[in-house]
C-alpha cells in the first residue's frame, strides 16, 4: 500500500525551528521528486518546496531562506527545516511526490502531484 505519513508539526513560538518529516512505504521515494504543500485556514493550497530524485531544490518565495528541503533515500523519508517561523506559516502541512504524474510545478525540474496526500501535519506558529 502507498503510503506517506507526515510527522514533526506543533506549536511553536515566531523565529522558532521545526523539523517535519514524511515517510513513505510501499514505494521507493529515491525515484520520484519529493516535496511539501500546506494549506493555511480558509485558505487554497500553496506549494512550499519540492526536491528531484537527484537532489536539485526548488523553494516558493515566502519560504526561501528560512526552510530547506532535504531527503535520506536509504530511510524513504524527506524533510523540510524550518526556521525563523512567522505566524503566516501556520498550515496543516502535506508531502507530496510525482509518482502520479506533476502538476504543480516549482521548477522546470520539480513537479508535483497535487491531488494525492498524507494526513498531513499542522503547524502552528504563535506567540
Known amino acids: 500500500q502507498v503510503q506517506l505519513v507526515e510527522s514533526g508539526g506543533g506549536l511553536v513560538q515566531p523565529g522558532g525551528s521545526l523539523r517535519l518529516s514524511c515517510a513513505a512505504s510501499?514505494?521507493?521515494?529515491?525515484?520520484?521528486?519529493a516535496g511539501w504543500f500546506r494549506q493555511p485556514p480558509g485558505k487554497e493550497p500553496e506549494g512550499v518546496s519540492c526536491?528531484?530524485?537527484?537532489?536539485?531544490?526548488a523553494d516558493s518565495d515566502s519560504v526561501k531562506g528560512r526552510f530547506t528541503i532535504s531527503r535520506d533515500n536509504a530511510k524513504n523519508t524527506v524533510y523540510l527545516q524550518m526556521n525563523n517561523l512567522k505566524p503566516e506559516d501556520t498550515a496543516v502541512y502535506y508531502c507530496?511526490?510525482?509518482?502520479?504524474?506533476?502538476?504543480?510545478?516549482?521548477?522546470?525540474?520539480?513537479?508535483?502531484?497535487?491531488?494525492?496526500w498524507g494526513q498531513g501535519t499542522q503547524v502552528t506558529v504563535s506567540s
Open positions: 507530496a511526490t510525482d509518482q502520479q504524474g506533476g502538476d504543480y510545478s516549482f521548477s522546470p525540474r520539480c513537479s508535483l502531484f497535487l491531488g494525492s
Open positions: 526536491i528531484t530524485s537527484d537532489g536539485n531544490t
Open positions: 510501499g514505494f521507493s521515494l529515491a525515484n520520484y521528486n
